[in-house]
């Protein structure tokens, strides 16, 4: 089992940022990714970024490209999403994810809110 915790939600101003930050535990040798997640109120839960513990390659969706930022800390098992230039849009619950192959997200945190206003 791996236990995924996020922090780091909150409120803030369009064109604001935030980080947030996903502390993995438990078996963590097994998961190949981490990604983050997010579902806006009514909506499906979305990919955002995606990053890898082995090298650290990178994937974002298109939405958040140029404007948020995830990377890893591999010896604290943590990772974080910066998010800056925040709009209006990007209000959601985030999750944190852990995949144990290249498309099977396994395990999932307890989200955190971000709330953008205008």
């Known amino acids: 089992q791996v236990q995924l915790v996020e922090s780091g939600g909150g409120l803030v101003q369009a064109g604001g940022s935030l980080r947030l930050s996903c502390a993995a535990s438990g078996r963590t040798f097994s998961t190949y990714a981490m990604g983050w997640f997010r579902q806006a109120p009514g909506k499906e839960r979305v990919f955002v970024a995606r990053?890898?513990?082995?090298?650290?390659?990178?994937y974002y969706a298109d939405s958040v490209k140029g404007r948020f930022i995830i990377s890893r800390d591999n010896a604290r098992k943590t990772v974080t999403l910066q998010m800056n230039s925040l709009k209006p849009e990007d209000t959601a619950v985030y999750y944190c994810?852990?995949?144990?192959?290249?498309?099977?997200?396994?395990?999932w945190g307890q989200g955190t809110q971000v709330t953008v206003s205008s």
């Open positions: 994810a852990a995949a144990t192959t290249a498309s099977s997200y396994n395990y």
């Open positions: 990053i890898t513990w082995s090298d650290g390659s990178t």
